[in-house]
Nanobody, 123 residues
Framework: QIQLRESGGGTVQAGGSLKLSCVVS?????MGWFRHVPGQEREGIAG???????NYADSVKGRFTISKDNGHNTLYLQMNNLKPEDTAAYYC????????????????????WGEGTLVTVSS
């Protein structure tokens, strides 16, 4: 079983930046970040695998960067130029299978979830 714990959420003004962290008990082949706004489907926004492949949703491409520190078992999401529509609960996720999470950014490829951290972007 993999344990994931996010941190780094908070409130920031539009145009600002935040960096989310997720401490992982054991990295799987593919790790990702999702976000959820109440009343909407959970959205996959970024994925990274052990080969260094990264993938981003169009909604965050060019503004968000996913990375990981293997030595500290930590997954990161650097978020720049934040917009009010980025307001959501952010979750890190692990895919223990073939790593399709990284290419599809789909919730059905997730095997483990963190508990989430809330990001609020004010206008």
């Amino acid at each position: 079983q993999i344990q994931l714990r996010e941190s780094g959420g908070g409130t920031v003004q539009a145009g600002g930046s935040l960096k989310l962290s997720c401490v992982v008990s054991d990295f799987s082949y593919c790790m990702g970040w999702f976000r959820h706004v109440p009343g909407q489907e959970r959205e996959g926004i970024a994925g990274i695998n052990t080969d260094g492949y990264t993938n981003y949703a169009d909604s965050v491409k060019g503004r968000f960067t996913i990375s990981k520190d293997n030595g500290h078992n930590t997954l990161y999401l650097q978020m720049n130029n934040l917009k009010p529509e980025d307001t959501a609960a952010y979750y890190c996720a692990a895919d223990l299978g073939e790593g399709l999470l990284c290419s599809r950014l789909a919730i059905y490829d997730v095997d483990y979830w963190g508990e989430g951290t809330l990001v609020t972007v004010s206008s």
